[in-house]
């Protein structure tokens, strides 16, 4: 079956600090990438995404690459700021299903200190 | 804006009631999701629905049920069979169109146990 694995929280970092949230995934087909974030209290909102092997996903400082042959996409940032805390879920999605539903790792809970 | 709306962001249910929770969105998507959310897990598929009159289970659809009448609103209902019903309940869609498409959330309704 399709999993997502990422590393468990909370990940507690200083103000500037470098980031990484390591996830991996077990996939049958070849699956699309995304990196989610959830603010206390609401929904999710989409981060960054790539769809193919060695595609970049970036947005607001965060980066991430599909690496296929470690089946690994790892989200960094250089600097971390305190508004960045929040709850950070990998998740893939698989277009040959015909739900085309996302499978989602546990989440990263980030805590940002000033 | 284009979204997604959920009602109500919180929601009681007695023994033994089904409840109703709303979803609805502009975006003229096609595909709609329901998902649970527990406390420091991953969401987990309920229901989804890939056009207007269709819908079909997720990994644990028992003890719910949803109707897709219309485009924009996918309502999903919480029975009296689901004997654990308190997490957090998000609703996404979908462009159903070729490629990679991301889903997009409502914020989410929180359902408690009277």
């Known amino acids: 079956g399709n999993s997502v694995t990422q590393m468990e929280g909370p990940v507690t970092l200083s103000e500037e600090a470098f980031l990484t949230i390591n996830c991996t995934y077990t996939a049958t087909g070849y699956p699309s990438l995304f990196w989610y974030v959830q603010y206390p209290g609401e929904g999710l909102q989409l981060l960054l995404k790539a769809t193919k092997a060695d595609d970049k996903g970036s947005n607001k400082g965060f980066e991430a690459t599909y690496r296929k042959e470690t089946t690994s996409f790892h989200l960094e940032k250089g600097s971390v700021q305190v508004s960045d805390s929040a709850v950070y879920f990998c998740a893939l999605s698989l277009l040959d299903t015909g739900r085309r539903a996302l499978t989602f790792g546990s989440g990263t809970r980030l805590q940002v200190q000033p | 804006d284009g979204g997604i709306t959920q009602s109500p962001k919180y929601l009681f249910r007695k023994e033994g009631q089904n409840v109703t929770l709303s979803c609805e969105q502009n975006l003229n998507h096609d595909a709609m999701y329901w998902y649970r959310q ?13 056009i207007v009159n269709d819908f079909q289970k997720g990994d644990i659809a028992e003890g719910y049920s949803v109707s897709r009448e219309k485009k924009e609103s996918f309502p999903l209902t919480v029975t009296s069979a689901q004997k654990n019903p308190t997490a957090f309940y998000l609703c996404a869609s979908r462009w159903g169109g070729g490629g990679n498409q991301p889903q997009h959330f409502g914020d989410g309704t929180r359902l408690s146990i009277l």
């Open chain 2, 38 to 50: 527990d406390p420091g897990q991953g969401l987990r598929l309920i229901y989804y629905s890939q």
